[in-house]
C-alpha cells in the first residue's frame, strides 16, 4: 500500500509560478505558497482546491481557457498573500481589490501596447487586413512578439523582476526534479535546467503564433456572417474587426494550451521540439539561476503540495 502510495504521488502532475519572495506549486486538489519572510524563515499556506475533479478541466480547447482564468485568479491570491508576508510593519499590507485593480489596468495595459498598437502600426506601415489579412497578421504578429519579448527583456533588469525570475527558475528546477522522481534535496534540484516546457511564459509566446493563424481568419469570418460588413465606415469596420479579435482570445488559449500539452508529452519529436523551442527560448529571460535559499522555498512548496 505504501509503494502505491508513493508511486502515486511520483506521478502528480504539478505546476506554478513564482511569487514575491517565494513560490506557488499547484496540485490537482490544492495549490501552496511558501515564501521566505524577512526573518529568514519560510512560511507555508495551503489551500484546498473548489471542484477540484471539475469536468470542464478536461475538455480540450475548453480547459485551456478555464486554466488560464483559474491561474490569473489563484496568482492574484498567491501574489497578495506573499507580498503581506514579506512585508515589514511599516509597510501597508494589499488587499486583494488593492491587487484586483492592479491586475486589471494591467491588462488593459497589455491589450493597448500588445494588441491595439502593433494593429494600428500595421495599417500606418501599409498593409490592409482586409484585402491581404494572413500578410497583415504576419506582421501585426511579428510587431507584437517584438514588443513582448523586449518588455519581458527591459523589465528583467529591475530588481524586484530578476528576484521573481529566480525563484520562477527554482520552481522549474524543483519540478524537475520532482517529475524525474528524485530526492527533493537542494543538491537534487540544483542540478536541472530552469527551463520548462510546461511553463507559463512557453504558454504566452504559443499564444502570440497561434493568434497570427487564428486572426488571419476573422475578416472572411466576420464578412461570410455580416455581408453588410464591407459596407460600414472605413473606422468602425476595424474597430468590429478589433473586438472581435478580443472575443476570439479564447479559442486562441484554447489551441495554445493543447499544443503545450501535446509539446510536453512528445518531448523526443522533432516537430513538437520546434514548436516549443520560442518558449524555452524566452524562459532564458524569465528564468534566472536561484540561490540556495530560493531553491529552499521551492523546495517546501512542492513537498506541501504533494504531501496530501
Given amino acids: ?75 492574484m491570491k498567491a501574489l497578495v498573500w506573499s507580498a503581506n508576508q514579506v512585508a515589514t510593519k511599516k509597510e501597508e499590507k494589499l488587499s486583494t481589490k488593492e491587487m484586483g485593480a492592479t491586475i486589471f489596468f494591467s491588462m488593459l495595459f497589455a491589450v493597448g501596447i500588445f494588441m491595439a498598437l502593433p494593429y494600428i502600426l500595421t495599417h500606418w506601415i501599409g498593409f490592409r487586413e482586409e484585402s491581404k489579412p494572413i500578410l497583415f497578421n504576419l506582421v501585426d504578429g511579428i510587431i507584437r512578439i517584438v514588443f513582448f519579448v523586449t518588455y519581458i527583456w527591459a523589465i ?50 504559443l499564444v502570440l503564433l497561434v493568434s497570427i493563424l487564428v486572426f488571419s481568419v476573422i475578416p472572411s469570418l466576420v464578412n461570410w456572417l455580416f455581408p453588410s460588413f464591407s459596407g460600414l465606415n472605413f473606422w468602425l469596420r ?15 488559449a484554447g489551441v495554445s494550451y493543447e499544443l503545450l500539452k501535446a509539446s510536453d508529452r512528445h518531448k523526443g519529436n522533432v516537430i513538437w521540439r520546434m514548436i516549443s523551442a520560442p518558449g524555452l527560448w524566452l524562459q532564458k529571460i524569465t528564468t534566472q539561476k536561484p540561490s540556495r535559499d530560493q531553491i529552499e522555498v521551492a523546495i517546501a512548496s512542492v513537498k506541501a503540495a504533494l504531501r496530501k
Fill in 1 to 75: 500500500m505504501k509503494k502505491a502510495k508513493k508511486e502515486e504521488i511520483e506521478s502528480l502532475a504539478i505546476g506554478g509560478q513564482a511569487v514575491i519572495e517565494g513560490v506557488m506549486i499547484l496540485a490537482p486538489t490544492q495549490y501552496v505558497i511558501s515564501v521566505r519572510k524577512p526573518n529568514r524563515s519560510i512560511k507555508t499556506k495551503v489551500t484546498r482546491l473548489k471542484f477540484p475533479h471539475s469536468k470542464v478541466k478536461k475538455l480540450p480547447f475548453i480547459r485551456g481557457s478555464v486554466t488560464l482564468v483559474r491561474m490569473l485568479r489563484l496568482g
Fill in 156 to 205: 528583467s533588469f529591475m530588481g524586484d523582476i530578476k528576484r521573481m525570475f529566480q525563484y520562477h527558475g527554482a520552481e522549474h528546477m524543483a519540478i524537475h526534479c520532482h517529475e524525474h522522481k528524485k530526492k527533493l534535496t537542494v543538491g537534487n534540484v540544483a542540478k536541472f535546467t530552469t527551463l520548462h516546457p510546461r511553463c507559463g511564459t512557453a504558454f504566452l509566446i
Fill in 238 to 252: 476595424k474597430l468590429v474587426l478589433f473586438l472581435v479579435r478580443i472575443l476570439f482570445i479564447p479559442v486562441v
